[in-house]
């Protein structure tokens, strides 16, 4: 399984907070859901970070089986509908958006 995670690293413009955070789980989610091989969509508001750290207003991850799967997933038309949703809804946000891709993610238990 790997994860592909969606950082978005700055803040979200005053007066838009509410607006931003219902457009994303009510118009945004439910695309993300609709990835071919998704699995296990997560959405993250960030509420505080370490100090010196950079600002992170929102993480989403989703789950696929494999690499091949994922890049299936970023040919489709809904990822094309979602990214011109995601841009749209930017003009709500000052700061970057970037993508990580993680495998490999169970952690061992120690004895």
């Known amino acids: 399984m790997i994860t592909r995670t969606a950082i978005f690293e700055g803040t979200i413009k005053p007066g838009f907070e509410d607006r931003f955070r219902e457009d994303v789980r009510t118009r945004l989610a439910p695309l993300w859901g609709q990835f071919p091989h998704g699995s296990n969509v997560r959405l993250f508001f960030v509420d505080q970070v370490d100090d010196g750290a950079p600002p992170i207003a929102m993480m989403q991850q989703v789950d696929y089986p494999s690499l091949a799967a994922l890049e ?36 061992a238990a120690t004895a």
């Open 72 to 107: 299936e997933a970023l040919a489709s038309p809904i990822r094309t509908q979602a990214r011109a949703l995601t841009l749209e809804l930017l003009e709500m946000f000052e700061g970057r958006f970037y993508h990580a891709i993680s495998g490999g993610n169970a952690v």
